[in-house]
């Protein structure tokens, strides 16, 4: 059975960047699903931030398009997220997940890691 | 983007109740729609993709229906286990989105 974990810096500064690390086991990043990431921003809902696919194949959210970058290292069996120029708002409970079905289902979840944009 | 409105935002039952949550897309999403579950703290759970396919491992009193625009989600019989948020996705056009979440409490 898959497993996700989310790793990385639980606090950023505004203006820098959120780097997060998702580390998957019991499968393969080299196999076809879409290695995606998801917030729940705070009184507001799930938000779909973006996949990669296939090694570098990527979609983004478009309104955070330009701020973000989604990359993977089948070596390690990682994928992660970037997120530039942080602000309050993007203060969130960050999941990663394994995506099927042109990455819309969603079938496996990291449990999430809450990064907090705070001077 | 594509809004995924949910009804109710919170829904108060009782176990062995049957209960219905209602997501409604503002466009044309095919059946391209799924469901999950949250709990406090935890990752959502997915229930059903495709609109009415139960994901494996899931028990059989959850059902969803629907197809273009109008989707619903029932269970049939609440267990205890089952109070949760459940939120639709639909997965027709990027960017993906996600309703806003029914809140099913005791």
């Known amino acids: 059975q898959v497993q996700l974990q989310e790793s990385g810096p639980r606090q950023v500064k505004p203006s820098q960047t959120l780097s997060l690390t998702c580390t998957v086991s019991?499968?393969?990043?080299?196999?076809?699903?879409?290695w995606t990431w998801i917030r729940h921003l705070p009184g507001e809902g799930l938000q779909w931030i973006g996949y990669?696919?296939?090694?570098?194949?990527?979609y983004y959210n478009p309104s955070l398009r330009g701020r973000l970058s989604i990359s993977l290292d089948t070596s390690k069996n990682q994928f992660f997220l970037n997120l530039s120029y942080v602000t309050a708002a993007d203060t969130a409970v960050y999941y990663c997940?394994?995506?099927?079905?042109?990455?819309?289902?969603?079938?496996?979840w990291g449990q999430g890691a809450l990064v907090t944009v705070s001077s | 983007d594509i809004q995924m409105t949910q009804s109710p935002s919170t829904l108060s039952a009782s176990v062995g109740d049957r209960v219905t949550i209602t997501c409604r897309a503002s466009?044309?999403?095919?059946?391209?729609l799924a469901w999950y579950q949250q709990k406090p703290g935890k990752a959502p759970k997915l229930l059903i993709y495709?609109?009415?396919t139960l994901q494996s491992g899931v028990p059989s009193r959850f059902s969803g229906s629907g197809s273009g625009t109008e989707f619903t989600l029932t269970i049939s019989s609440l267990q205890p286990d089952d109070f949760a948020t459940f939120y639709c996705?639909?997965?027709?056009?990027?960017?993906?989105?996600f309703g806003q979440g029914t809140k099913l409490e005791i």
């Open positions: 997940a394994r995506g099927d079905d042109y990455g819309g289902k969603l079938d496996s």
């Open positions: 996705q639909q997965y027709n056009t990027y960017s993906y989105t």
């Open positions: 466009q044309n999403v095919g059946t391209l």
């Open positions: 495709k609109a009415s």
């Open positions: 019991g499968g393969s990043l080299r196999s076809t699903f879409y």
């Open positions: 990669v696919y296939h090694r570098s194949t990527t």
